[in-house]
């Protein structure tokens, strides 16, 4: 039937007036039946030919008949029914506006300058009337093009939205939240609460879509929805599992990991059963979302859906942009999933294929991810992205400098004078957002890279870290500690004091490797400040004693463990200031701490044998225990600090 009335369609096309054309599209759109090629070539002319007699609803109905149907009108076409519209202007309903804008969105077309500002300008007049639907649609087609509505559009509209409120269904509250966080408005909180009511109210009737967008809006606007929200979306994502696609899956975990809230069992059993029934579907943004959302939250995907998403990964290689190969580099980093050789050689050459676009943040996490996989990096991936950095080094964050530091570092490369010269006039610019993580790791890289800081970051960076010592973690003091140390320089009186004190506080959080970096840093620091080593040792005796009953150590600990013992041998004044419980464990601990040191003393006998020519020259006999308390200053060990 549909095909008989198409035939007859284009015989009689001649005949048809504007309410024709636009009937007949709408249908076909309504009905889900594309029209014939030929038909559409037949009635655009026609179209042309009466453009004239076009009323708003006539355009309207063309324009989303199109959209609707996915076909692209002619530019002709879309020309001719603009000059209409604007022509007919005052006759536009806010049906008709909305709708309107709806379609160019939707076709991925801007409409005219003098289109836009005419149903700007007409929409604010007429908001008071807008439904819901108006309010929605026009909202998501200005976020959709990505423009930016005038103010007094978008208080009218969101204030029509609060009073309307109780007439909104989930598709209305998600499209507007959606548009609201897409264009980075916030809306205030009266409207927030009102539809969060609103959506609570309607939840039941909510699909995976809905789910989906209103949580990412929601994230996206950094606001957290009421737990009586989530747990009846949570129910309705359960409950319709089997319609989920990959943009669901991905952009609910998402959501989740950005919201900082872990899904429950359920949801999550549910979310990666379907996401490994549609693996074969995801595409690069839908991966990336997808492992960053299971890292970000701390969690392992099932063996089936990393296998699955690996698959994926190599057939979509070459789709990947920047952002979504550096962030699923982190991911698969982040989760220590090594997965194949093949996938990880994949993911680094493309990493250099589009390393042109890296911002600061893709430089940063994709060498970190690198040096955190163990990765051996090619010449041109890290030539590329070191220039790159200088060009962009004003954009770098204090966690980019630290992560693109420790990096290097981790990886044994020597970053370039300028490179270093550009990352630190750029860490001194920031240096008062810099957080204890960040502090410790930059020290740390530097130490590790054997490069000194200026003198002018180091003191800003000292006082900074005094301003956020009450954060700093058990780790982070130890490893800051263990970077002064390594780079042969006291810290501040001031951050030495504050130091000890946080450690004092939080002595329970220190495990061995913190401990044995703390013991070791304390024998450099008590030179000049001798009060150290006995306040930490005080402070921390309970776990010092506590590692004598440990099963084994780490031979690191144990070497820095020998030093810390020699150290009060040859030290008086800071033996005297040593709990006589932690001196005794030399008696225990002392000969399996001396065997790990006089096995890792291979790696630094050249320092060494330079403490021994220094003593020889000075007619002194080489006593091994001093030699080995001149080495501790000599030969740094390398504890690895917590990547952010």
């Known amino acids: 039937m549909i095909l008989a009335l198409e035939a007859r369609a284009l015989v009689v096309r001649g005949d048809f007036n504007p309410q024709n054309?636009?009937?007949?599209?709408?249908?076909?759109?309504?009905?889900?039946?594309?029209p014939s090629e030929v038909l559409i070539a037949g009635l655009t002319p026609q179209a042309l030919a009466v453009r004239g007699d076009f009323i708003p609803q006539g355009i309207?109905?063309?324009?989303?008949?199109?959209?609707?149907?996915?076909?692209?009108?002619?530019?002709?076409?879309?020309?001719?029914?603009?000059?209409?519209?604007?022509?007919?202007?005052?006759?536009?309903?806010?049906?008709?506006?909305?709708?309107?804008?709806w379609a160019f969105a939707t076709l991925q077309m801007l409409p005219s300058g003098l289109l836009l500002a005419w149903l700007t300008a007409r929409s604010v007049v007429l908001v008071d009337t807008f439904i819901p639907l108006d309010i929605s649609s026009t909202l998501w087609a200005f976020a959709k093009m990505g423009l930016q509505p005038s103010k007094a559009l978008i208080a009218g509209l969101t204030a029509q939205a609060l009073l309307t409120r109780s007439n909104f269904d989930p598709q209305g509250i998600t499209m507007t939240l959606w548009a609201l966080a897409k264009m980075g408005l916030l809306p205030s909180k009266v409207l927030v609460v009102g539809l969060t009511e609103r959506a609570v109210e309607v939840q039941g009737d909510c699909n995976p879509t809905n789910v989906a967008m209103m949580l990412w809006a929601f994230a996206t606007l950094g606001l957290q929805p009421r737990e009586e929200l989530v747990k009846g979306l949570t129910m309705r994502v359960v409950a319709s599992q089997d319609d989920l696609n990959v943009k669901n899956i991905a952009n609910t975990l998402w959501a989740f990991a950005t919201?900082?809230?872990?899904?429950?069992?359920?949801?999550?059993?549910?979310?990666?059963?379907?996401?490994?029934?549609?693996?074969?579907?995801?595409?690069p943004q839908n991966i990336a979302n997808m492992l960053w959302a299971f890292a970000a939250l701390g969690l392992q995907p099932s063996k089936a859906l990393v296998a699955g998403l690996t698959a994926q990964v190599l057939v979509t290689r070459s789709d990947f942009d920047h952002g979504q190969i550096s962030t699923t580099l982190w991911a698969f980093a982040k989760m220590g999933l090594q997965s194949s050789k093949a996938l990880l050689a994949e993911l680094r050459a493309r990493a250099v294929e589009v390393q042109g676009d890296f911002n600061p943040q893709h430089i940063s996490s994709t060498l970190w991810a690198v040096a955190t996989l163990g990765l051996q990096p090619s010449d041109m991936?890290?030539?590329?992205?070191?220039?790159?950095?200088?060009?962009?080094?004003?954009?770098?964050?204090?966690q980019g400098i630290a992560n693109t530091l420790w990096a290097f570092a981790t990886l044994g490369l020597q970053p370039s004078e300028e490179f270093m010269a550009g990352l630190m006039k750029q860490a001194l610019a920031v240096q008062g957002n810099f957080e204890p993580q960040s502090i410790a790791n930059t020290l740390w890289a530097f130490a590790m890279l054997g490069l000194q800081p200026s003198k002018s970051l180091l003191v800003r960076m000292m006082q900074q870290a005094v301003v956020v010592q009450g954060d700093f973690t058990a780790q982070e003091i130890a490893n800051t500690l263990w970077a002064f140390f390594t780079l042969a320089l006291q810290p501040s009186e001031v951050l030495r004091a504050g130091l000890t004190a946080r450690a004092v506080k939080i002595q329970g959080d220190f495990n061995a490797q913190d401990i044995a970096n703390m013991l070791w840093a304390a024998?450099?620091?008590?030179?000049?400040?001798?009060?150290?080593?006995?306040?930490?040792?005080?402070a921390l005796e309970p776990q010092i004693a506590a590692l004598a009953a440990l099963a084994s150590l780490d031979r690191q600990d144990e070497y820095q463990l020998h030093q810390f013992f020699v150290a009060c041998e040859v030290d008086e004044a800071m033996r005297a200031g040593i709990p006589a419980s932690i001196l005794a464990l030399e008696d225990t601990m002392g000969p399996t701490c001396r065997v790990a040191f006089e096995r890792q003393a291979t790696q630094a006998s050249a320092s060494q044998q330079q403490v021994s020519k220094a003593l020889r020259h000075m007619r002194l006999s080489v006593d091994t225990r001093l030699t080995c308390w001149c080495t501790t200053l000599l030969c740094w060990v390398r504890p690895t600090p917590a990547p952010q």
């Not at 519209?85 to 909305?98: H, R």
């Not at 991936?381 to 204090?398: D, G, M, N, S, Y």
């Not at 620091?525 to 306040?535: E, F, K, Y």
């Open 523 to 538: 024998c450099f620091l008590s030179i000049h400040a001798p009060d150290v080593a006995s306040r930490l040792t005080h």
């Open 21 to 34: 054309i636009a009937n007949t599209l709408w249908a076909f759109a309504t009905l889900g039946h594309e």
């Open 381 to 398: 991936l890290l030539a590329e992205p070191t220039t790159q950095a200088l060009t962009v080094r004003e954009k770098f964050i204090p």
């Open 60 to 101: 309207t109905n063309t324009l989303v008949a199109f959209a609707t149907l996915g076909l692209q009108p002619s530019d002709l076409l879309v020309s001719a029914l603009t000059v209409q519209a604007v022509q007919v202007q005052d006759n536009f309903k806010p049906q008709n506006i909305a709708n309107t804008l």
């Open 259 to 283: 919201l900082g809230r872990k899904p429950s069992e359920v949801l999550l059993a549910g979310l990666t059963a379907r996401a490994v029934e549609v693996q074969g579907d995801f595409d």
